[in-house]
């Protein structure tokens, strides 16, 4: 059998062992030893598994798949060549790359299969990146060499996947590695052989040539100059980090030293053969090969290749000229493209470019770069199914289209409709340098983009993108998937934005123009400015485009005292010098003129070839007729003529004094439908009248003609500046910018408002950017202020916004004039005869036409007078009419519109007929007959009159979806409020509403009807509704009325707890007077004395006082009624409303003043703390306190339990806020207070989890101690709360050191644990320390020991041994002996002792011999320490030379004393439990609980001995040996030899080193002891990966046949992973063992580590994983009971019996139920388990064995009545003699243990009458 197959074999089980795919050990150093064992394993074998081998072997010829499930073999056979996917990609994944692109700190390279990788430059070599640390350390550049001078473009690399990162855009990024360590991973030293080729990087260059880091550990690779020679011509061009490939020409010393040479003939030649040791494991991409062609398909090749191994060329990688003569059997070279380690997938290349001497392959194609070309006429010549498909490119080219590639995202892949398709238009997407061959893209989506590549945008180009990021230095902005750009900061917006983030949005789109575009670096610069962005001078992309004279717009981006430096597009810059900035004298520019700022400048003169430009501001701007300053005062009317249409808006010059402005279209009419109409029929030269100014800066003027506009300025309806704005103002304005957050709307002045979302409309509204338009006009009512800033908040909804009287009819009237001027001026305008005529036609008239067609839509007319126009009547208008074409008709005229030349008219019959004549006031039901945007035609009942409505009711009405707009078809509620309107052109004029079917009208719609009432008016009404916060009066004109609870009664009057608004009665009659009104919708309270003011909600009151006329009467606002009251004053007030979610009352005292009450403020008793609400009832009157007062913010907060302030000795109830270990519980107190409760003021007798039984959100009576800096010291302690009541104090309250005594015991809780010692809490202030000596008896190096065992807020019983009064220092002792109390650490941890007394004398003179430290050395290290530790260590110096602890300087000496024979501590347990009670011991705490409790540490003495010899021996002065001494030595020598060599015979003996180890797993593997005392000898170090990889190897090594032994390994690993690992690495374990394991035991082994380690909740999900995945298996719901019953869980243990009764064979139920009733008498309840036995023994009394099970229990937990009773139960049953007997000999056992000399005889008695019974009977 040759060496190959065997390595084969090896590979094959190193790979799959049984049960899947191994993991792959990261460390050289492991799998070389892994290895070794894999041999051993193999040998052990080869007699057994000669059958296995040939199937192995067979295996290696098969082909691979791609799939799980086939762990075990080789390759497998793949169904189909396909190319490689960057799904398919994996880490660790070999693969040949080609340099495509070098930047100074990354390689792109391309990849086979057009993939793409990224070489970090930390991804070279070691060499290089520990050059490259060395260089950034150091201040010096030059050495090193950056990697374009390494790498060229087009070099061919040998690459490994390092890793797969994930994109932004969640595409995978390949990084990749060219460190020979990972590419020649598998290779070791011992398998190099002369003839390899490898690839390598310089790693440092010598003398006569240069080593080369070969990544092999053990092996030194030299390269010498001579061979360099060959090969460049050069031999200075090698630098460190460079890559090369080079050939294996000799190996030496076992492949410790290799030479290499590097001949591009030989190494491009040399073929890998088989004998070089080339397998699955190492083979490496780059290696030439001879194969032969096993099969030729369609979409491939499959090969196979040295000896054994199967690969594929997929179609790219087949040689295009040689396709036709592929055939199988055929010899072929063939080049290892990728390698896939883990399914063994080997990808291989016949490309000439590969195979043939090219140390580089071409990164460009032959037809230059055609990447972003879109290419039209391309036909597809094959699909490769799963790959993608082969396109021919009009100039015979080929391109490859990618799978993905063929189709958009989201639709089906159809090959075949792709395939069919006679011609194609593809766009090229990359050139693929390995393939040699363009990837193109068939993707609508893709060849429609405007922008693929940095190279199709230009500077100055204006392009749209979407807001991707907001950086600190600007903001990112994607054009496409793969064009971004960035806008700077400063390029943000014409001015510098100091919060962007509530400019732009993530998503938003934007429009941006082109900076500067580098298309080479991939950088894009983009700006935002609107000056540059709408600018339409012509653009300065070149200095040449710079002439003199030619004006740009340019941006400032620097400002020096000789002047500004601008900038235009593609880094265009001039110097605008001192003298052109400005047409006045400017000394520092930094004042006047800001970085980023954009202004006009003119090229004064321009050198392009020097790049150097002068411009100037000054003349720029003289260029432009100089504007005269108006002064023009804001609200003053103007005329202006129009000079210019621009596309939103107008260029006027205002009258007389042609002053320049724009008026936007947006402001000609409040209506926008009629904004359109008005800019489209003025023109050039007509003069505009009835403009307002509504702002003047210096710059310019804004000028509108809305007429809602216009009133309210010359009404004053208006705040000329912010700080005569106030909170509840309304404001008319104009919508300026909608935003998805809100809508900010201007004001006259310049003033600019925000109306956030949720202040836009009633409705609920998701984005602001739906309901309104951009112009529009509203009312805005003030509601926020913020006067720092600036800035304030409207509101636009329409119940909170008061419309001005008569506003509808305004706007109605002006909309329809501003139409009627259109039509006039369009008539006027054309001259065109029909347009007269249209102009001359009003609503309802009636015209005389002629049908001309008639369709299913309507009906088209004729008519003479209108010839020209076109004249209409929808379906709806000729319902019922029978018309046919030529029939002359009737119709009356609805709507004219003249731009169009379109006339809508109606047939109906009803419409026709003679109108009636209207009354005013008189009520209809109208119809809509036609709509015209915002004007609607609607008809009246029967009256035959038509009359013209606005669809919006309201100025800030909004629709949010089409049902909610008017229709034609929708009837209408109008009233007639002028039966023929001049404005009107005679219709009437009427108010309208929308009509619902029957019901009742609101109190807003009887509104119309009353005119409001003013301030002290006296009314009189009828009472028709009581609430207990207010009553509802209907007054006698119809209006409604309502009065405030408050407003009832006199307040000295009200008595406590009465309803004040249940003394008036429902229907009774009052008088009552007008105090203020109310918002229709909010019901806010508006106490305005306004004489004009009218309130359509009057509020009222009925006090006595207030009606009398003669008494001053003046309205009080909110605020001043809020500043009448004093914080502490009690007033009365009334419940409003109780808030759940707060849980806050709120009570108001005034129509206008709600105050809140919290609810610690409500309550004192904690009984109603879950129902508050329950204590007050709605309008009930109470007394409460003031306790805050603040108008702004408003806040109005009272108490209703009787106090205001929490006072020092008072008790309160508090909320817990938060629990923290350290601190004890943080309590939220009434009033804002905040307090703490130290652990030690919980109770008065300490418990030991003192804050368990605490939640967040508790209630708590506390009692205030104290305040410390405004925070609350509490107690909860019941001898404060209630003193009268409470039992004896068991701990007392600590307040002061004096209250403590030397000698008392007393008890505290653990604050923490340090190197000084135990810190114990023994009150609030006082804390004392329990130094590590006084803390146990145990001897522990570490205080980390006892930190483990005393966790914070442990609760210790101590002794006061000394109390310091200066220091406050309480010295304490927790040792047994002062306290009486066990030691705090357990006797398990297997600590030594503490030396005392005589052994320490002992202990201490022999220290004193060896102390090498001199006194005076001892002294300067005291003095060293800081002095209040100094008071310690003097005390430590007398009694401390046992302590565990090395305190400040006798670190050294201590740790020579461990190690001291005397007490032979044992090293590793020391060590050991150093670290704690969690660390693996292999001694006591931790065992493998499969019978391995035998392991134990050997006792360390001999190396305690050993090491302090050496020591004494470094301590001591050298002295000169004598010759006595010398032979002594070598005797000791000689001695030391032979007992080394016995221990090695030894196998009793315990290893103690790794390679003892190795040496005992050479003679052992399958001994899984072996394996488990390397992993505790491991562990014991705190080795833990160690330890894993032992078990890994373990697991590997140990025979499958061996399962026990493969278990206890798991087994031992699991409980490593339990303890040392997470939560995560335990599954991961715990599933694999269950891969190779029987499950069951696997899960019984988990169930016991969790039990033992306490985690309770783990257990019981196994279990109940296992009960359902093994329900058949009764030994598992056993378990499962044993661990319930445990944890005392009856009910559960019973429920589950049940369970188990159901899912078992009944044939077991038997068995089961007595083993439950066993585990009952054992964990659960004896009655319990008695009374099954019971039961089941009724049932099956023949059942011996149960009753034996029953008497053992019985005898064990029963009484002995019981046993004497079960007995005699037993010895009747009707069962063999032979067993009675039995029983009979049990029951005497039990007697002459248990009975008397007269129980015995009685037992001896009745087994003689049994005797004799049995004898009567045989007789009979």
């Known amino acids: 059998m040759t060496f190959e197959t065997t390595s084969n074999m090896a590979s094959a089980e190193e790979d799959f062992p049984r049960g899947g795919t191994a993991k792959k050990t990261t460390e050289s150093k492991i799998v070389v030893q892994r290895s070794e064992v894999d041999n051993l394993f193999q040998s052990n074998e080869q007699a057994e598994t000669k059958k296995r081998k040939g199937a192995v072997k067979d295996d290696g010829k098969k082909l691979k798949k ?102 932004k855009g969640g595409s995978l990024s390949i990084q990749l590695s060219v460190n020979p360590k990972l590419v020649n991973k598998a290779l070791s030293s011992s398998s190099l052989k002369a003839g390899m080729v490898l690839s390598g990087c310089v790693e440092s260059i010598e003398d006569h040539g240069c080593i080369v880091d070969i990544g092999i550990s053990g092996s030194k690779a030299f390269l010498s100059t001579k061979a360099i020679k060959d090969q460049h011509n050069n031999p200075e061009e090698l630098k460190v980090g460079q890559y090369v490939t080079s050939q294996v020409e000799e190996v030496k010393n076992e492949g410790r030293v290799v030479r290499l040479s590097a001949s591009p003939l030989t190494i491009t030649q040399a073929c890998a053969e088989s004998k070089q040791g080339w397998n699955l494991t190492n083979l490496l991409p780059g290696l030439l090969v001879k194969a032969t062609i096993k099969k030729v398909t369609k979409h491939g090749l499959i090969l196979d290749f040295l000896s054994s191994f199967s690969g594929q060329v997929d179609f790219l990688h087949m040689e295009p000229e040689h396709a036709a003569n592929y055939t199988e059997g055929a010899e072929v070279q063939a080049c290892v493209l990728y390698v896939e380690p883990s399914t063994r997938l080997v990808g291989l290349s016949l490309r000439s470019y590969l195979i043939q001497p090219e140390p580089r392959v071409d990164p460009t194609p032959a037809g230059g770069d055609r990447i972003g070309e879109v290419v039209k006429d391309c036909k597809m010549t094959t699909i490769h199914h799963r790959s993608g498909a082969m396109l021919e490119l009009p100039d015979k080219t080929l391109a490859f289209v990618h799978r993905n590639n063929l189709k958009e995202v989201n639709e089906p892949a159809n090959e075949n409709r792709v395939l069919a398709m006679p011609e194609h238009t593809c766009r090229i997407l990359n050139f693929s340098p390995l393939d040699q061959i363009h ?27 979407k807001v991707s990021v907001l950086l600190n230095h600007g903001m990112v902005v994607h054009l496409s998937d793969h064009i971004k750009g960035l806008v700077p900061r400063t390029h943000l917006s014409d001015i510098i934005l100091k919060n962007p983030e509530k400019k732009y949005m993530e998503g938003m789109k934007v429009k941006c123009r082109v900076l500067t575009v580098d298309a080479e670096n991939k950088k894009l610069y983009l700006t935002r400015k609107k000056a540059l962005v709408e600018s339409s001078l012509p653009l300065f992309l070149s200095y040449a485009d710079a002439r003199p004279g030619c004006v740009s717009h340019g941006y400032i981006v620097c400002i020096k005292d000789f002047g500004c430096i601008v900038r235009f597009y593609n880094n265009v810059k001039g110097l605008v010098p001192l003298n052109q900035l400005s047409s006045e004298p400017i000394s520092s520019p930094e004042e006047l003129f800001y970085i980023g700022q954009v202004l006009k400048t003119k090229v004064l003169q321009c050198d392009p070839e020097k790049a150097k430009m002068v411009l100037s501001f000054k003349v720029a701007v003289e260029g432009e007729t100089a504007k005269p300053e108006f002064d023009c005062e804001v609200g003053t009317r103007l005329e202006a003529k129009v000079l210019k249409k621009l596309v939103n808006g107008l260029e006027v010059a205002i009258l007389p004094d042609e002053i320049r402005t724009v008026l936007p279209t947006m402001h000609l009419s409040d209506h926008m439908s009629n904004c359109p109409l008005l800019w489209e029929s003025l023109q050039e030269g007509d003069n505009i009248s009835n403009l307002i100014c509504v702002n003047n800066n210096k710059q310019n003027i804004s000028l509108t003609k809305k007429p809602t506009v216009r009133w309210s300025l010359e009404e004053g309806v208006v705040a000329k500046d912010f700080s005569e704005i106030t909170v509840g103002m309304q404001l008319i304005g104009w919508v300026k910018n909608i935003m998805s957050y809100g809508v900010f709307v201007e004001f006259p002045y310049g003033l600019v408002g925000l109306a956030p979302k949720s202040a836009l409309t009633d409705k609920f509204i998701s984005d602001a950017t739906v309901a309104f338009q951009l112009g529009q006009t509203v009312i805005a009512k003030v509601t926020n202020l913020d006067e720092e800033k600036r800035r304030f908040l409207v509101t636009l909804k329409i119940s909170e916004v008061i419309s001005p009287e008569g506003d509808t009819q305004t706007r109605l009237i002006n909309g329809l004039q501003e139409r009627r001027a259109v039509t006039e001026m369009l008539a006027m305008r054309d001259n065109s005869d029909l ?14 036409l002629t049908v001309d067609t008639v369709e299913d839509s309507g009906a088209t007319f004729k008519s003479d007078d209108l010839a020209g126009a076109t004249i209409l009547a929808s379906k709806h208008h000729v319902m019922g009419v029978n018309l046919n074409p030529g029939q002359k008709a009737t119709a009356v005229l609805l709507h004219v519109d003249i731009l169009s030349s379109c006339v809508h008219v109606s047939l109906l019959s009803k419409l026709l007929g003679n109108k009636k004549s209207l009354s005013e006031e008189s009520k209809y039901t109208a119809m809509v007959q036609y709509i015209d945007k915002e004007f609607a035609v609607i008809s009246l009942d029967d009256t035959a009159q038509l009359t013209v409505i606005q669809t919006r009711s309201h100025l800030n009405e909004v629709f949010l979806s089409e049902s909610e707009k008017l229709k034609a078809g929708m009837s209408l509620a109008v009233e007639v409020t002028e039966p023929s309107c001049q404005e009107l052109q005679g219709l009437p004029l009427v108010s309208w509403q929308r009509t619902a079917p029957k019901r009742q009208r609101t109190t807003s719609e009887n509104q119309s009807g009353s005119k409001g009432h003013c301030f002290g008016e006296i009314v009189q009404g009828k009472v028709r509704t009581v609430k207990p916060t207010c009553i509802q009066v209907t007054l006698e004109d119809g ?84 500043n009448s009251y004093k914080v502490g004053e009690e007033i009365t007030c009334f419940v409003s409303k109780f808030n759940p979610e707060r849980k806050s009352l709120e009570v108001t005292t005034d129509p206008s003043l709600t105050g809140t009450v919290e609810l610690l403020a409500m309550i004192t008793d904690l009984k109603d703390a879950s129902h508050p609400e329950k204590l007050y009832k709605l309008g009930q009157a109470v007394h409460a306190k003031v306790v805050e007062i603040s108008s702004k913010p408003h806040r109005f907060v009272l108490s209703l339990i009787g106090v205001h302030k929490l006072e020092e000795g008072s008790v309160a109830l508090g909320i817990v806020t938060n629990i923290q270990p350290q601190v004890g519980l943080l309590v939220k107190l009434p009033f804002g207070g905040m307090g703490a409760i130290a652990v030690t003021d919980l109770a008065d007798a300490y418990r030991p989890n003192p804050l368990d039984g605490y939640r967040k959100d508790q209630i708590l009576r506390c009692f205030l101690l104290g305040n410390e800096n405004g925070k609350w010291q509490l107690s909860l302690r019941p001898s404060r709360l209630n003193p009268q009541q409470a039992k004896p104090v068991k701990d007392l309250e600590v307040l002061s050191l004096d209250k403590l005594k030397e000698g008392q015991i007393i008890r505290g809780y653990v604050k923490s644990v340090g190197e000084q010692g135990v810190f114990i809490r023994l009150s609030r202030y006082i804390t004392g320390r329990a130094q590590l000596q006084q803390s146990t008896k145990y001897f522990v190096s570490s205080h980390k020991v006892l930190s483990e065992h005393l966790p914070p807020n442990t609760l210790l019983t101590t002794k006061i041994l000394s109390i310091d009064l200066e220091e406050e220092f309480v010295n304490l002792s927790l040792l047994p002996a002062d306290t009486g109390k066990p030691d705090i650490l357990p006797e398990s941890l297997g600590l030594p002792l503490r030396l005392v007394g005589e052994e320490k004398k002992k202990h201490d003179t022999e220290k004193k011999k060896k102390r090498a430290l001199s006194e005076s050395e001892q002294k300067q290290a005291e003095s060293q320490v800081p002095k ?99 032979e002594q030595e070598k005797k000791a020598a000689e001695k030391a030899l032979v007992q080394r060599e016995a221990e090695l015979m030894d196998p009793s003996l315990r290893p103690e080193d790794a390679a003892a180890f190795e040496r005992l797993l050479l003679a052992s593997p399958n001994s899984s002891l072996v394996w488990l005392q390397y992993m505790a000898h491991h562990l014991q170090a705190t080795q833990i990966e160690q330890a894993r990889a032992v078990a890994e190897r373990a697991l590997k090594t140990i025979s499958f046949r061996e399962e026990q032994e493969k278990l206890n390994v798991w087994v031992a690993l699991l409980n490593l992973e339990n303890m040392y690992g997470t939560e995560e690495t335990l599954k991961k374990v715990f599933e694999r063992a269950l891969q190779f394991c029987e499950p069951l035991p696997v899960y019984q082994q988990l169930a016991d580590i969790y039990a033992k380690s306490n985690k309770t909740k783990e257990v019981e999900g196994l279990y109940k994983t296992m009960v359902k995945r093994f329900r058949q298996n009764k030994a598992v719901w056993l378990s499962y009971g044993t661990f319930l019953l445990q944890q005392g869980q009856s009910d559960a243990a019973s429920a589950l019996l049940q369970r188990a009764l159901k899912s078992l064979p009944s044939k077991e139920s038997v068995d089961v139920i007595a083993k439950f009733a066993q585990l009952e008498f054992r964990y659960g309840d004896v009655e319990k388990g008695r009374t099954m036995f019971d039961k089941v023994l009724t049932s099956y009394p023949k059942r011996t064995d149960l009753w034996s099970v029953f008497i053992d229990l019985m005898v064990k937990h029963g009484s002995q009545k019981d046993v004497r009773a079960l007995f005699d139960r037993v010895i009747h049953l009707s069962v063999s003699i032979k067993k009675i007997k039995f029983f009979f000999k049990r029951y005497l056992e039990y007697e002459k243990k248990h009975g008397t000399p007269q129980s015995i005889q009685a037992v001896k008695e009745k087994a003689m009458e049994f005797v004799e019974a049995k004898g009567t009977e045989a007789a009979t």
């Open 1428 to 1526: 209040k530790k100094k008071k310690k260590t003097k005390k430590a110096r007398t009694d401390d030379n046992d302590s565990g602890v090395e305190v400040y300087f006798r670190e050294e000496e201590d740790k020579e004393d461990e190690e001291e024979p005397k007490p032979a501590p044992a090293k590793e347990q020391v060590t050991a439990s150093s670290a704690g009670p969690s660390r693996l011991q292999v001694a006591a705490g931790f065992s493998w609980d499969m019978g391995l409790n035998c392991l134990k540490p050997a006792s360390a003495a001999k190396d305690g001995d050993s090491s302090d010899e050496e020591d004494q021996v470094a301590d001591s002065k050298p002295q000169k040996k004598s010759r006595h001494e010398l």
């Open 66 to 167: 791609q799939k799980k499930e086939d762990g075990l073999t080789l390759n497998a056979a793949a169904k189909c060549v396909e190319i490689l996917h960057i799904k398919n990609v994996k880490e660790g994944m070999l693969m040949l790359g080609c340099v495509k692109e070098v930047t100074d700190f990354e390689v792109t390279v391309g990849l086979p299969c057009g993939l793409q990788g990224f070489l970090s430059i930390k991804n070279i070599s070691d060499s290089y990146t520990k050059l490259l640390s060395e260089q950034l350390d150091s201040a010096d550049t030059e050495e090193i060499c950056s990697l374009p001078h390494l790498f060229l473009p087009g070099m061919v690399l040998r690459c490994v996947v390092a890793k797969l990162d994930i994109a």
């Open 439 to 465: 990837f193109a893209s068939l993707r609508r989506s893709v060849i429609e983009r405007p922008f693929y590549r940095y190279h199709d945008l230009h500077a100055g180009q204006i392009v749209e993108g």
């Open 1039 to 1122: 209006s409604t009325g309502r009065v405030h609870v408050s407003e009832v009664v006199e307040v000295t009057k009200v008595c406590l707890g009465s309803f004040p608004t249940s003394l008036v009665k429902v229907g009774s009659t009052v008088t009552a007077r007008v105090i203020g009104g109310r918002e229709a919708s909010s019901h806010r309270f508006l106490p305005f004395s306004h004489p004009k003011f009218t309130y359509t909600i009057p509020e009222l009151t009925l006090i006595p006082s207030k009606l009398d006329k003669s008494a001053d009467f003046k309205s009080v606002t909110a605020k001043e009624k809020l």
């Open 835 to 848: 347009r007269q005529q249209l102009a001359a036609l009003f609503v309802g008239q009636k015209l005389k």
